[in-house]
């Protein structure tokens, strides 16, 4: 007696390991290396010092959605904030899906969305992309009708290749399909091409949002579901009540008061990646180091090497992404990418 038995579904799950090293050059996020504006850190101040700190925080995050909406060109009533895409997602996997229910995403994506559909004992069909980093659409829809998925999830531009699902093909998924389509565009501002204005035109159709990569403001965990008035009637009856703290309202608050920052921030942003992808381009080896092109702030390469690659960046203090036999590098600054090309190119000289 007294013996704690864990569930079966507990002992089947890899915790998600984040690596807590030190790193002088840390490239493995897809994080901004632009830190929140000095320019803006007394008007930061001013919004905390007038927080509530014994309150509990707006639970539907009004004022920040309304400005979401100014920023984003949707009105406020088709918005909620969240702690985090991730809490978006694992909320709207809990609300809309039921154990044994089927969701479909690509294959790679975004981690969280197999994660917590498993967790909830949701089966995931997983669509292989292609060596071009693209997918037949029309089997797509085929595998959804068939399988009966409840819903369909994926990132563009997609975590970790940086490839993208045009409007077209995301709208062929939506018109054809009974599922629940969530569209991640946590990488929106570095590609530009959006399907927020057909919310409201489709009722299936929900926009995941995020202010953690091209605000900077990854600290702060602030996401965003948009979409129709059932999808967000329904959505929240299943959130948490005060799911966004007011230090993160207030944070976003001020940066999205200031759009003018923020698209400076993105052209910064899209200067560093265009120069990492051209120096990164210099040092392919036709297909043992293959660099793909990209529309988000990170580069996506296919490499054997992988593993020997990563292992010697980190020895030299720089911290990238490895998937197997493939590796993500985010820009970082001029600094960072100069430090990461020389050492990546001597890398690659020693394992010839």
């Given amino acids: 007696m007294g013996m704690l038995i864990i569930n079966d579904k507990l002992n089947r799950i890899e915790p998600y390991i984040v690596d807590k090293t030190e790193y002088s050059v840390k490239l493995d996020a897809n994080e901004s290396f632009l830190n929140f504006p ?20 707006d639970p539907e995050s009004e004022q920040l959605c309304r400005l979401y909406g100014q920023y984003c060109g949707v009105d406020s009533k088709y918005i909620l904030a969240g702690n985090g895409s991730d809490e978006i997602i694992q909320t709207l996997m809990n609300g809309f899906l039921n154990c044994g229910d089927a969701v479909l995403t690509l294959k790679p994506d975004f981690s969280m969305y197999k994660f917590y559909a498993s967790l909830l004992g949701a089966y995931v069909y997983e669509y292989d992309l292609d060596e071009n980093l693209t ?21 563009t531009p997609n975590n970790p290749t940086g490839a993208v699902v045009s409007r077209e093909h995301i709208i ?36 995941l949002r995020t202010c953690s990569k091209a605000m900077g403001l990854a600290a702060a965990r602030v996401g965003f579901i948009i979409a129709g008035e059932s999808i967000i009637r329904n959505f929240k009856k299943v959130k ?29 942003i899209v200067k560093e990646r265009d120069y990492l992808y051209q120096e990164l381009c210099k040092l392919q080896q036709n297909d043992s180091f293959k660099v793909y092109p990209t529309c988000a702030n990170f580069i996506y390469i296919k490499t054997e090497r992988a593993k020997e690659l990563n292992e ?17 590098i985010n820009a970082g600054s001029r600094e960072e990418n100069l430090r990461l090309i020389e050492t990546l190119s001597c890398a690659l000289k020693d394992l010839k």
Avoid: W
């Fill in 240 to 268: 948490a009540p005060y799911n966004v703290n007011s230090l993160s309202q207030a944070t976003a608050s001020v940066m999205l008061r200031h759009p003018e920052i923020i698209k400076d921030n993105i052209k910064q």
């Fill in 312 to 328: 010697a960046l980190k020895k030299q203090g720089i911290a990238i992404r490895c998937f197997g036999e493939s590796l993500r």
């Fill in 38 to 57: 000095q320019s803006l850190k007394e008007e930061l101040m001013d919004a905390l010092m007038k927080v509530l700190y014994n309150r509990y925080p």
């Fill in 135 to 155: 997918f037949d659409l029309e089997d797509f829809i085929r595998v959804a009708l068939d399988e009966e998925v409840k819903i369909i999830i994926f990132s």
């Fill in 172 to 207: 062929k998924i939506v018109e054809e399909t009974d599922a629940l389509v969530v569209v991640d565009e946590a990488y929106f501002e570095f590609h530009g091409e959006t399907v927020v204005d057909l919310i409201t035109k489709y009722e299936n159709l929900a926009v």
